[in-house]
């Protein structure tokens, strides 16, 4: 079963601006991840962020993890026309072999 | 990096046919891999985990005679959507984990769209 939302639930920018995205969840967890799915396609990996980290960056993004409000946010930076794709948060309560939760997703148009 | 690979990407039949998509770890052994459906602008609902050698497990309310799962080998789980019809149109997509690398993330198949006439 889904145990996170997310909002916005869509997004609208111009290119240039920046984009963020925030994500909650319900359960302790090990480690929670963002993907971005293009329409149509499968899911892309962007960034794990464990438990005891708080802030983590690559490249244009930048999320943080706030652990005692069982929140994260996905920041996007400089925004271009490319990024427009659905992103979802997805939780991991262990490394071993447990499945992801997965929030409801932000669809990002970034407007050229 | 490791590679998870689905097949076939789309299918399109009538209904009544059952439909077989493969997923496969292409570079590390998975020992567990898991389904997931996604319909329309939705997020992505975990079906099943597929344990090789063993039975899957299956979420409440997904129908395991339905939906057969076989993972015969460490690097091949297969989902068969048994007497497809027009509600089983949808987005399934795989995912496995390697194990053997650390604080790996999972790694997800490219899915499959069935489209059930």
């Known amino acids: 079963s889904q145990q996170g939302e997310e909002d916005p639930q869509a997004l609208s920018i111009q290119e240039g601006e920046n984009a963020t995205m925030n994500c909650s969840y319900k359960?302790?967890?090990?480690?929670l991840q963002w993907y971005r799915q293009n329409s149509g396609r499968g899911l892309v990996h962007l960034i794990l962020?464990?438990?005891?980290?708080r802030e983590k960056h690559s490249g244009r993004l930048r999320v943080t993890l706030d652990t005692s409000k069982k929140s994260s946010s996905l920041l996007i930076t400089a925004s271009r026309a490319a990024d427009t794709a659905s992103y979802f948060c997805a939780t991991d309560a262990s490394l071993g072999n447990t499945p992801l939760v997965f929030g409801k997703g932000t669809r990002l148009s970034v407007i050229a | 990096g490791a590679v998870v690979s689905q097949h076939p990407s789309r299918v399109i039949c009538k209904s009544g046919t059952s439909v077989k998509i493969e997923c496969r770890s292409l570079d590390f052994q998975a020992t567990t891999m898991f389904w997931y459906r996604q319909f329309p602008k939705q997020s992505l609902m975990l079906m099943a985990t597929?344990?090789?050698?063993?039975?899957?497990?299956?979420e409440q309310g997904v129908e395991k005679d339905k939906f057969l799962i076989n993972h015969a080998s460490l690097t091949l789980s297969t989902l068969t959507v048994t007497s497809a019809h027009p509600e089983d149109s949808s987005f399934y997509i795989c995912?496995?984990?390697?194990?053997?690398?650390?604080?790996?993330?999972?790694?997800f198949g490219d899915g499959t769209r069935l489209s059930i006439l």
């Open positions: 359960t302790s967890i090990n480690n």
């Open positions: 962020i464990r438990s005891n980290e």
């Open positions: 995912s496995a984990r390697d194990l053997g690398g650390g604080n790996q993330p999972q790694h």
């Open positions: 597929s344990n090789e050698g063993s039975k899957a497990t299956y």
